[in-house]
Each structure stands twice: as C-alpha cells, then as structure tokens.
C-alpha cells in the first residue's frame, strides 16, 4: 500500500472512531441525565416518603423530555409514573408486561436493598411516537418501594432506512467516487442513529464502501457471515442477480447498543454497485 494511500486510510479510521465516539458521548449524556433524575427522585423520595408518588406521576420536574420517574412495589402494583404507564397507577403490572421487562422486574426484585443503582435493558412504548422501542432503565430498591428512570436508545425506523437508501443511491448515480468516500468517513449524512450505508462492486464482489467497518473494504462480501456462522453476503448477491431491489433479513451488530440483533436490509442496484441499509427490528 502507498504511503498516501496509507495517510487516507488512517483519516478515514480516525473518522470513524470519532464517529463511534460521537455515539458513545451521547450515549453517556443519557445516562447522566437519566441517572441525575433518579437522584433527585430518590433525594425527593427520601424527604417525602410516598407523598412523592404525587410529584413523580405530573408532568412537572420528575418529566425531562421522554425520561421521567416511575414506581412499582415488590407485589408489582405500579404506584407512580410520569409517563403513559401512568394508566396502569394502582393496578399489578407484573404480569402484563413483556418478557424482557418481567425479567429486568424479577432481577430488580432479587437485588437486596443498600446495594445501589441498578440497570437494565427493555422493551417500552415511547409516547412520543407511540412505538415499542429498547429502552434502559436505572433503579434503585428502597424498601418495598423501586424507583426508576429510562431512556429510549437510538432506533431508526423502516422508512428512515428507505429514505437514506434512496438517497444513497441517488448521490452514486450522481457521483460515486464523492459517494463512496462520503460513505467511509462518515459525512454526508450516510450515518444516522443504527443506520448506515454499505456498497458492494457486484463484478468482484468486494465492499467499495461500509458506514461503520473500513476493515471490511475490499473484502469479499460473498464470503460474509452473521455472528452465528450464518451465510449473509451469499444469499444476498443470489437474490440480486435477477432483480434491481431486494429485502433481506439477518443478524448483525448494531452500532449503537453494540448488540447483535435482527436487521432487515433494503437493498438496490446502482449500475454495477449494490446499495443497502437496514434498520434494526425493535
């Protein structure tokens, strides 16, 4: 490899470690505030026992955006909330909810109180919207009594996929050499959330260009494999070859919760190129 090639590829990988960096100041950033809420709550709750319930379960300062307060004892009767689970205040909600949750409930009732704040990952619907989205929470037993404060993680729908990949697809028709590099240094707007854009040259059947994996350029995407050993480059070139546009479901990591979750890939032909994003099911 040429010195200057060499120079590229270095700013291309710093690019994208401050990019991944980026995801990770966010991420921090809810966590501090969902914890600094928790804190105050706690500190509120300390002062006022149960009457808090009452300031927890308005929209006032317990409510930040889409985090607020919310509390169930350890029989599962929910007792406070700031949000649209403030429908379910009085009524046992351990058993309505989803697997993932009864489990983060379940867990949270094992952890002996004095031990601190908790976490935990699930599924929630987000108000704002009105979808079911991953959500983590951080708790803290005090008696009978669990208090706790979440925050949506970062999950881009269909359409935004849909949306990037036509425009993705557009900008290489319309000049691909600017596309690609745009693609592997993270500009342009190709990076959105858990939504990125990766580009195949379907003649040899090598990355040009992933949104969040240089070390994948000029490898062959035929060869590509989930996380399980499972084939993913293969059946996609297949299911290519007689069609211009495509779908495709499968397993990969998701950049932002770092998680190996399913994906579900649109996918289209630019002359010679395969274009793809995929969104991450909720």
Same mark, same amino acid.
């Given at each position: 490899?040429?010195?200057?090639?060499?120079?590229?590829?270095?700013?291309?990988?710093?690019?994208?470690?401050?990019?991944?960096? %980026?995801?990770?100041?966010?991420?921090?950033?809810?966590?501090?505030?969902?914890?600094?809420?928790?804190?105050?709550?706690?500190?509120?709750?300390?002062?006022?026992?149960?009457?808090?319930?009452?300031?927890?379960?308005? %929209?006032?300062?317990?409510?930040?955006?889409?985090?607020?307060?919310?509390?169930?004892?350890?029989?599962?009767?929910?007792?406070?909330?700031?949000?649209?689970?403030?429908?379910?205040?009085?009524?046992?909600?351990?058993?309505?909810?989803?697997?993932?949750?009864?489990?983060?409930?379940?867990?949270?009732?094992?952890?002996?109180?004095?031990?601190?704040?908790?976490?935990?990952?699930?599924?929630?619907?987000?108000?704002?919207?009105?979808?079911?989205?991953?959500?983590?929470?951080?708790?803290q037993r005090i008696g009978e009594r669990i208090l706790a404060v979440g925050y949506y993680l970062p999950r881009a729908s269909a359409e935004q996929a849909k949306v990037l990949l036509d425009k993705a697809a557009a900008d290489l028709g319309k000049d691909e050499k600017a596309t690609i590099k745009a693609i592997n240094s993270l500009q342009g707007g190709f990076l959105q959330d858990d939504l990125y854009v990766f580009v195949v040259d379907l003649d040899s059947q090598r990355y040009l260009a992933h949104g969040t994996n240089l070390r994948l350029i000029n490898t062959d995407f035929g060869r590509i494999q989930d996380p399980d050993g499972k084939p993913v480059g293969e059946p996609i070139l297949a299911l290519m070859a007689g069609q211009d546009q495509g779908e495709y479901d499968y397993r990969w990591k998701n950049p932002v919760t770092g998680k190996v979750e399913d994906k579900h890939a649109y996918l289209k032909k630019v002359g010679n190129r395969l274009v793809a994003v995929g969104y991450y099911s909720p």
């Open positions: 490899m040429r010195f200057a090639q060499k120079i590229a590829l270095l700013g291309w990988l710093l690019v994208v470690c401050l990019g991944q960096a %980026q995801a990770a100041g966010k991420a921090e950033a809810e966590d501090k505030a969902a914890l600094a809420l928790l804190e105050k709550a706690l500190a509120y709750y300390h002062d006022n026992g149960d009457k808090a319930f009452a300031a927890f379960s308005r %929209q006032g300062e317990f409510v930040v955006k889409d985090m607020y307060v919310f509390v169930v004892d350890t029989k599962g009767i929910m007792l406070a909330s700031g949000g649209p689970s403030s429908a379910l205040i009085g009524r046992d909600v351990s058993e309505v909810l989803g697997p993932d949750l009864q489990k983060a409930f379940k867990n949270a009732l094992l952890v002996p109180e004095g031990n601190g704040i908790q976490q935990a990952d699930y599924r929630w619907q987000n108000w704002s919207d009105g979808r079911v989205e991953r959500k983590h929470v951080f708790y």
